[in-house]
């Protein structure tokens, strides 16, 4: 199967600051997204990017297909922005998303 | 925007017993629900895929007869446990598709099962 590895695995900063995930895959994959996990455990959809770059707020992300990876920028970091960031891919047409390990992310007051 | 609610949040049961997880979308119609187990400090896992109306499908290695899923309206699929054995227990999310919305999905808030 496909191999998903997202860098880096933890990642601690204070607030204010900036930071890139990484998502790299072994091979193409379909409909890429970005999901993030609230210490509670809800999951919430940040986008939907198969190509291209995005931005909602101090959120952006950018999939170059061809390379294979997408990378999620944060910027001017929160505690509320605390978490596990997950990229995930679908298989194909049936919508199963496959999801990545994940960066646990740890934005210090 | 659109909301799956999932109950219980948490659950613990004794060895032996079963439990029904609950996941409902409160404001669109789901064709497809998916239900994940998640351990602690790793990703998720898919579980199955339930459409309304047919039969789960479910993902290699998955007991189908310990985890029984049922998807019986366009808003309201249930995953009951049964048998229930401590390594049963772990993080259980639901995630809804809504019907003709590209790429729409939405997590239920998981229910955290502890099986003593």
């Known amino acids: 199967g496909i191999q998903v590895e997202q860098s880096p695995p933890d990642l601690i900063l204070q607030e204010g600051a900036n930071s890139t995930l990484r998502c790299n895959f072994s091979d193409s994959v379909n409909n890429l997204q970005w999901f993030h996990q609230n210490p509670w455990g809800q999951l919430i959809n940040l986008f939907y990017?198969?190509?291209g770059t995005k931005q909602n707020g101090r959120l952006s992300a950018t999939t170059v297909a061809t390379e294979r990876y997408s990378l999620l920028y944060i910027s001017s970091s929160q505690t509320t922005d605390s978490g596990v960031y997950f990229c995930?891919?679908?298989?194909?047409?049936?919508?199963?998303?496959?999801f990545g390990k994940g960066t646990l992310l740890t934005v210090n007051p | 925007g659109a909301v799956v609610s999932q109950h219980p949040s948490r659950v613990i049961c004794k060895s032996g017993t079963s439990v029904k997880i609950e996941c409902r979308s409160l404001d669109f119609q789901a064709t497809t629900m998916f239900w994940y187990r998640q351990f602690p400090k790793q990703s998720l896992m898919l579980m199955a895929t339930s459409n309304e109306g047919s039969k789960a499908t479910y993902e290699q290695g998955v007991e189908k007869d310990k985890f029984l899923i049922n998807h019986a309206s366009l808003t309201l699929s249930t995953l009951t446990v049964t048998s229930a054995h401590p390594e049963d227990s772990s993080f259980y999310i639901c995630?809804?598709?809504?019907?003709?919305?590209?790429?729409?999905?939405?997590f239920g808030s998981g229910t955290r099962l502890t099986v003593v």
């Open positions: 995930a891919y679908d298989k194909g047409s049936n919508y199963k998303l496959t």
């Open positions: 990017i198969p190509s």
């Open positions: 995630s809804a598709r809504e019907a003709g919305v590209f790429y729409g999905y939405t």
